[in-house]
């Protein structure tokens, strides 16, 4: 992330940071042999309580059919969200990753992101809300209130909120998480927009697909939808100190050209979930071109069938194959990192940053050209450090 890839190299850890990076080998240092030392994966979306799922929930249009198999499976396993979270931080750790945005529901404790064998990933927790009718609108606040007042503990390194989405939350809602997140200097806050072309609808004219959906589970408000707009959505996120716009699947060319005006909104693509949903091609390239900031999230087991940035960054570089993968390693670390507001302090191998990093098997040791061979099929994941501290040791293998 900061200067060419180093043949040879070797990094200098002390006390859980990075004191020095070195352009060649040295007689004292540990050789790992053949592989890539990158940084820490970052992944700044998924939602670790459906990680106890084996497969996902049938991804696939009308997405609200999708949403009512989420709506359902969260009824039945609300006892299994510790479980579901441990699990997840696992599979995320053998991924290669270090940092996780998680959106958490309902059913945690901060006891669950403490993985119970000792080193995990670091966390940034956005509590979730969710609710359009008038009477929750206060309860909601409330709830958002508490958990920004709580301190950040052990491997929860934030505590941030996520209004879940412009056709789950009513207005003021959304409202009262952005007022909360301005409040709180270096807060970012996650929100879910622009997923498919009937949420447009919805928003815009108060009919469709997600209407349909909204009045066959019950939660159908009048008044709330009909007459809004993309657009000024984006202008109330661009008022947060940060954020992330997840997926943003459906947003145009005018939408996009003002979201990449606001450097500090990035959009979080998840490759494998947009893929399974069948949605048209994922505007993430044009962002990038506009000088937009992207990053690369997994999304959840419900849509996605494990939680490995790697696979996701894999996944990526097999399908954008004109896309080099230096490009796509600072989408899946240093992007996430940022969106999250923690750029100073980890997603590149800089000196003074935490040491989180993610040591890759290459299968071709005549592996030349970093820029287009490291995401190659075969390379994979097999040591995990963060905080100076081996959470996989590559040794070990
Ligand atoms: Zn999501």
Redesign the pocket.
């Known amino acids: 992330m900061d200067g060419r890839p180093l043949e040879g190299g070797t990094l200098v850890i002390q006390d859980g940071r990075i004191i020095s990076v070195w352009e060649h080998p040295r007689g004292d240092a540990i050789d790992l042999g053949d592989v890539a030392v990158i940084p820490g994966l970052v992944n700044p979306?998924?939602?670790l309580e459906f990680s106890a799922l084996t497969e996902p929930l049938s991804p696939g249009l009308p997405f609200t059919k999708w949403l009512q198999r989420v709506i359902q499976y969260r009824r039945d396993h609300a006892d299994i969200v510790p479980e579901a979270i441990q699990r997840g931080l696992r599979e995320s750790l053998a991924g290669g990753t270090t940092l996780i945005g998680d959106?958490a529901t309902t059913g945690w404790s901060p006891g669950d992101y403490q993985l119970a064998e000792g080193h995990g990933p670091r966390v940034v927790v956005f509590q979730e809300l969710l609710g359009l009718s008038p009477e929750g609108i206060e309860p909601l606040s409330q709830l958002a209130r508490e958990h920004l007042q709580d301190d950040a503990a052990g491997p929860i390194v934030r505590r941030m909120l996520s209004p879940h989405a412009p056709y789950s939350v009513h207005p003021e809602v959304l409202e009262s998480a952005l007022q909360l997140t301005a409040q709180h200097r270096g807060r970012t806050m996650a929100f879910?927009l622009a997923e498919t072309a009937a949420e447009r609808e919805l928003l815009q004219e108060g009919t469709g697909e997600f209407r349909a959906f909204l009045e066959a589970v019950g939660v159908w408000q009048p008044g709330v939808f009909g007459g809004r707009s993309y657009s000024e959505i984006l202008e109330a996120l661009g008022d947060l100190p940060r954020g992330l716009v997840?997926?943003g699947n459906d947003l145009r060319d005018q939408e996009l050209l003002r979201l990449a005006q606001f450097p500090h909104l990035t959009m979080v693509f998840?490759p494998r979930t947009h893929a399974a949903f069948g949605h048209p091609p994922h505007p993430w390239l044009t962002m990038l071109a506009l000088g937009g900031s992207v990053a690369i999230g997994t999304?959840?087991r419900a849509s996605n069938p494990d939680l490995s940035l790697w696979n996701e960054l894999q996944f990526a570089a097999a399908r954008f194959p004109d896309v080099p993968h230096h490009t796509l390693l600072k989408l899946g670390t240093l992007n996430g990192a940022t969106a999250l507001g923690l750029r100073s302090e980890c997603g590149s191998l800089t000196p003074g940053k935490r040491a989180d990093l993610a040591v890759v098997e290459l299968r071709d040791p005549a592996f030349i050209d970093p820029n287009f061979d490291l995401f190659a099929p075969g390379n994979r994941i097999i040591g995990t450090m963060i905080g100076g501290q081996w959470a996989i040791d590559p040794r070990d293998r």
Do not use: G, L, R, V
């Open positions: 979306h998924t939602h959106i879910h997840i997926h998840c999304d959840s």
